[in-house]
């Protein structure tokens, strides 16, 4: 029994070599040390305080990166081998993934009913609708604008205007931007209107042509131009949500919807 005790105890520990310089904290080696303890492993560790320590380290182990964890006398490897021992899903960063758009919506949703209730002492209004829309617009601007070089070299992949007037992938965040910023004001339609239609209704027809007649397998620029959204339903989405708000914008401002009072 004390034989097998002891055994349990060995597994049970790890190992952690970890870079802990001046100026420097290795990251993996943080979540690695969270990750076991949150397992259950008791962890031992060994911080290697000097790049002549690091180098000697992987010199000796044959291994090119750090962290590197040890269980039971074995190398598992880096954060990523940990992971998958521990039988946990490792993420691919090249992978296709429809996160950050489903985070982006459900922000903009929450927002837009949180303006509402400050608003109008409720979260359920048509006006929610709107700044859903528009926020939505303004934030997707925005982070089209964090690097808009990355940005235009996606969209160059698959929009028609674009690739017929390349300063087009250039112009079309700021169009956004300013379209949304004018609709969650609820001023100037009749510029907001105009711009949100045409650039909503060229993106919808660039989306359809590339993806469901053409058959290309593309990434959206929808988020940025470093994103791994594919390029497809939701990306016509958005496009439909600016023609749709454009449309619902400019029949208010022509009286056509009663109780709608945004200015022209």
Request: aromatic letters at 10%; a positive charge.
């Amino acid at each position: 029994m004390p034989e097998r005790s002891e055994k349990l105890e060995t597994v049970k520990t790890a190992h952690l070599y970890l870079m802990i310089m001046p100026g420097h904290t290795c990251p993996y080696g943080l979540k690695a040390k969270d990750l076991l303890k949150r397992s259950g492993y008791a962890v031992e560790d060994h911080p290697l305080t000097s790049r002549d320590e690091v180098d000697a380290f992987k010199a000796k182990h044959e291994v090119e990166t750090t962290p590197q964890i040890f269980i039971g006398g074995e190398r598992v490897g880096g954060h990523d081998d940990l992971r998958r021992f521990l039988g946990k899903r490792v993420v691919d960063p090249k992978a296709p993934s429809y996160r950050p758009v489903i985070a982006l919506f459900s922000i903009t949703l929450l927002m837009a009913l949180a303006a509402s209730f400050a608003v109008y002492g409720t979260p359920l209004t048509v006006r929610a609708a709107e700044w859903f829309i528009a926020f939505s617009m303004a934030i997707l601007a925005l982070l089209k604008l964090q690097n808009v070089e990355s940005f235009a070299t996606m969209f160059l992949n698959y929009d028609l205007l674009a690739k017929r007037w390349v300063r087009y992938s250039y112009i079309y965040p700021f169009a956004e931007g300013l379209a949304g910023i004018l609709m969650i004001a609820g001023a100037l339609t009749w510029l907001s209107v105009p711009v949100a239609l045409f650039i909503g209704t060229v993106g919808a027809v660039s989306i359809i042509k590339a993806v469901y007649i053409d058959r290309r397998e593309l990434k959206c620029a929808c988020v940025g131009g470093g994103s791994n959204v594919p390029l497809g339903f939701v990306s016509l989405t958005e496009n439909l949500m600016m023609i749709a708000m454009a449309v619902w914008m400019a029949l208010g401002a022509f009286g056509l919807l009663p109780g709608w009072a945004h200015s022209m």
